[in-house]
């Protein structure tokens, strides 16, 4: 039993649960965070990897009038500035071709890209420009020949799954209490009704009591469950809908130039971008019931290849290194019965009368003001205003974030003189950064020389960092390993099954009772 009483007590580390974490540690809270599988396991780990404020949705609220969705575009666009200044090394500015095929498109799309740069303000990263022909064949030298003309611009591209790890480790190190395999499994409530804490059940069928004032609900897919355990009747709030990726091991982005493809024949988005020198192909939009929101399906993996081959005819057959789901939490109006079709991208802050906070919705790139709103109904739950946030740099980040990017560039030779001399030392190097920022030096500094040998061409990871993802960022599983802390699994299945035996030495070594498979559906 843990008689701590804590000031906020989260379920659910993903995203949305590891945000509010951090931004309740920055604000002098006393937090614990529960999660039942591992962090980013879920949606969280399994986006399209960008960071943006939505071309659809801005072409949307024009067609439709609707300034409320202007206004999410808005904020989900200086939010796409927050991250890439907070965290360089996760989170970088990605170009994208958006083709058309006549003057009057490109000219349109330049018009509402335009806009799209003007609503970020001071947050942008560069202003869209017309693309010629070659300039697109230099791009991406496997398009089609009949494409004659696009409009580049910009969004952010970054690693979900460590962006969310570094989010719940920084939240620790500042004195939050993180725990992953830890599912909740009740609430629990005082005489009069409303919740103060929760049971949690380990692997090892021990139950833990987690005593707080304040409960908050950040389970994504599966808020309605943690609903009804405070609320038995509560009415239900959540749909899922499916969203598919296929990573080729083809590299049709070799200048790291996205594609756009505005509206494919049943009117979706798709976007074709570098993935760890692979192209990431997603991504569907399929209503489904939950517990297949992980588990692709035949037709969509040939729906996403149809695309490819259509885009790129000459591209010969495509080779599909890793195919993976995640179930977007589709929010319902709260007046709106379960097959509504009045479902929405927004993030929502619920109080059930038992006091239970549940954060719904959303997405990426806008977690943080997630976080912020979830935060506001906590205090009133506390019934006291919440001091002023402190500055809590991420872990691998500068102190003065704008900092950050320039001691990066200084720590590529502290890592080229550590690293042993191999065709992949640069690949290593950028890949070191990517995961730990201005940490990266000082942690291969502390593994042996065989530690530091790379494992694998495809991602060139290396048994010292997958030690660090055992003993220090909770990583219990060759899924967490090879799928979370690292995105081996993500872009090449067969490479990372490679190295499962390894890995699971790995973690036998470290003390983990480890003998799963490695599994992207779990």
Request: charge should be negative; include cysteine.
């Amino acid at each position: 039993m843990d008689d701590t009483a804590y000031d906020l007590l989260i379920i659910g580390g993903g995203a949305s649960g590891a945000c509010v974490a951090y931004e309740a540690v920055r604000r002098g809270l006393r937090v614990a965070l529960l999660e039942a599988n591992d962090f980013a396991s879920g949606t969280s780990s399994r986006s399209t990897k960008l960071l943006h404020g939505g071309v659809r949705y801005l072409e949307l609220a024009f067609k439709t009038a609707d300034r409320a969705q202007l206004r999410l575009v808005r904020e989900a666009l200086l939010e796409r500035g927050h991250w890439l200044q907070q965290a360089p090394f996760l989170a970088h500015r990605l170009e994208l071709a958006l083709p058309t095929d006549c003057v009057i498109g490109q000219l349109y799309y330049r018009l509402g890209l335009g806009l799209y740069d003007a609503l970020s303000g001071q947050a942008g990263i560069g202003n869209s420009r017309l693309l010629t022909k070659q300039q697109l064949q230099v791009a991406l030298p496997q398009l089609r020949d009949d494409i004659r003309r696009g409009v580049a611009y910009s969004d952010g591209q970054f690693d979900d799954a460590r962006l969310n790890l570094l989010l719940a480790l920084t939240a620790e190190q500042a004195g939050a209490v993180v725990r992953n395999r830890m599912p909740v499994v009740a609430l629990e409530k005082k005489s009069d009704g409303q919740v103060c804490g929760a049971i949690s059940e380990n692997a090892r069928g021990e139950r833990q009591r987690w005593r707080a004032r304040t409960v908050v609900n950040a389970t994504g897919l599966h808020a309605d469950a943690v609903r009804r355990m405070a609320e038995g009747d509560c009415r239900e709030r959540m749909l899922t809908s499916r969203g598919v990726h296929i990573v080729l091991k083809q590299n049709l982005c070799p200048e790291r130039m996205g594609l756009l493809l505005p509206s494919t024949d049943d009117g979706r988005v798709l976007f074709m971008l570098p993935f760890f020198g692979a192209t990431l192909v997603g991504t569907t939009d399929t209503a489904c019931p939950q517990e297949q929101a992980a588990q692709p399906s035949d037709q969509e993996q040939t729906y996403l290849i149809d695309y490819v081959k259509r885009w790129f005819p000459d591209m010969g057959d495509p080779e599909i290194g890793s195919c993976w789901a995640g179930g977007r939490p589709l929010l319902k109006p709260a007046d709106a019965d379960l097959n509504s079709s009045r479902v929405v991208r927004e993030h929502e802050v619920e109080t059930l009368p038992s006091g239970l906070v549940s954060v719904m919705g959303g997405k990426w790139t806008t977690c943080r003001p997630m976080a912020i709103d979830t935060l506001d109904a906590v205090a009133k739950q506390l019934d006291r205003p919440l001091p002023p946030a402190k500055r809590l740099p991420l872990l691998g980040s500068d102190v003065d974030p704008s900092k950050t990017s320039e001691r990066l560039i200084q720590q590529r030779q502290q890592l080229s003189d550590l690293l042993p001399d191999s065709p992949w030392l640069q690949n290593q190097i950028e890949h070191l950064e990517g995961n730990h920022g201005l940490a990266a030096a000082e942690l291969v500094n502390g593994w042996t020389v065989s530690q530091r040998e790379p494992l694998s061409d495809v991602i060139p990871i290396c048994e010292g960092e997958l030690r660090h993802a055992v003993n220090a960022e909770h990583a219990h599983s060759v899924t967490d390993l090879l799928a979370r802390r690292n995105r081996l699994a993500m872009v090449n299945c067969g490479e990372a099954n490679r190295l499962t035996p390894a890995v699971r030495a790995i973690l036998e070594e470290c003390g983990r009772d480890e003998s799963s498979a490695l599994a992207l559906d779990a």
